[in-house]
Antibody, heavy 121, light 110 residues
Framework: EVQLVESGGDLVQPGRSLRLSCTVS????????MSWVRQAPGKGLEWVSF??????????EYAASVKGRFIISRDDSKSIAYLQMNSLKTEDTAVYYC????????????WGQGTLVTVSS | QSALTQPASVSGSPGQSITISCTGT?????????VSWYQQHPGKVPKLMIY???NRPSGVSNRFSGSKSGNTASLTISGLQAEDEADYYC??????????FGGGTKVTVL
């Protein structure tokens, strides 16, 4: 069974950093691009970032709202995707979901259960 | 990158068909066949319903179908059922190599 489990969400002050992890099982992690999507309380979905597979250089893309502050990475040996979040702002408060990207598409399936990040003083 | 435009709400009676639109630009929806649709019930995780404009993942009911014309993609739900009441989001790949979501549509079954 394919599973994605996010962790690392917490209450942090503005300007601080936090690292989220997405631990996967049930598939060959290295064969899939991975993505992070967030959802602020009561709001819609917002794409955050994705990282391609090593076969495609492991290159990364970011939403304008997080570019320069967030860094996505992957450890294929541990089957974990990370999202390093720096210089956090109150507007980064959201549930952060990780998801697997269907090869050859930009579709996210499945999704993890999400981890809550609250940025507040 | 601006969010794709979806109607805030759509409603229908059981058994009816409804269509949700998702309007973008030639730099996203109109430029690529990489439109997806997600269903999200309250407090639940989003679920992929349609990918690459028209494709249904295994396990998704054939009552859900997708299409695209120009810069507007559409999700049609046929034979509307109570369990279809949820929020629906479209997404598209963009010319900036990013992904953009729509603002979401709340579907109500009357």
């Amino acid at each position: 069974e394919v599973q994605l489990v996010e962790s690392g969400g917490d209450l942090v002050q503005p300007g601080r950093s936090l690292r989220l992890s997405c631990t996967v099982s049930g598939f060959t992690f290295g064969d899939y691009a991975m993505s992070w999507v967030r959802q602020a309380p009561g709001k819609g979905l917002e794409w955050v970032s994705f990282i391609r597979t090593k076969a495609y250089g492991g290159t990364t893309e970011y939403a304008a709202s997080v570019k320069g502050r967030f860094i996505i990475s992957r450890d294929d040996s541990k089957s974990i995707a990370y999202l390093q979040m720096n210089s956090l702002k109150t507007e980064d408060t959201a549930v952060y979901y990780c998801s697997r990207i269907i090869p050859g598409t930009t579709s996210f399936d499945p999704w993890g259960q999400g981890t809550l990040v609250t940025v507040s003083s | 990158q601006s969010a794709l435009t979806q109607p805030a709400s759509v409603s229908g009676s059981p058994g009816q068909s409804i269509t949700i639109s998702c309007t973008g630009t030639s730099s996203d929806v109109g430029g690529y066949n990489y439109v997806s649709w997600y269903q999200q019930h309250p407090g639940k995780v989003p679920k992929l319903m349609i990918y690459d404009v028209t494709n249904r993942p295994s396990g998704v009911s054939n009552r859900f179908s997708g299409s695209k014309s120009g810069n507007t993609a559409s999700l049609t739900i046929s034979g509307l059922q109570a369990e279809d009441e949820a929020d629906y989001y479209c997404s598209s790949y963009t010319s900036s190599s990013t992904v953009v979501f729509g603002g979401g549509t709340k579907v109500t079954v009357l």
